[in-house]
């Protein structure tokens, strides 16, 4: 088990029968109330953490720096958020200072036109 995996004690209230619904399937299920509970949190987050709606606000939220990178590795996964990282430093990249071309006669006055079919008699 890693340090991330240690145990934090986690405190909240919950309206009373939602309490008492858990407490009924812990017992069916022969589990106790915190597996049920952290289970339940894990679907969660990997559903949320799947759809398309999430990806997107955490994108925007990233490359608006209202997210550290740390923070994305820990929402969408470490592939996906060095993708971003990719992406959100193309973004950032300032634009190609290119000089306008000289004019050049690349065909060195040899060029000729080619014919299309609106020119061919059918």
Avoid at 89 to 99: C, I, N, R, T, V
Wanted: no cysteine.
């Amino acid at each position: 088990m890693s340090a991330s995996d240690d145990p934090r004690r986690v405190h909240f209230q919950s309206p009373e029968y939602l309490v008492d619904r858990l407490d009924a399937i812990a017992e069916l299920f022969d589990k106790d109330r915190t597996d049920l509970l952290v289970e339940a949190i894990r679907e969660y987050i990997e559903d949320t953490a799947d759809s398309e709606t999430f990806q997107k606000l955490v994108a925007t939220k990233y490359y608006d720096d209202q997210l550290e990178f740390e923070t994305v590795k820990q929402l969408v996964g470490a592939e996906t958020a060095q993708r971003l990282r990719l992406l959100k430093a193309d973004l950032e990249d300032e634009a190609l200072d290119l000089a306008a071309p000289d004019d050049v006669d690349i065909y060195d006055g040899d060029a000729t036109a080619a014919e299309t079919a609106a020119d061919d008699e059918r």
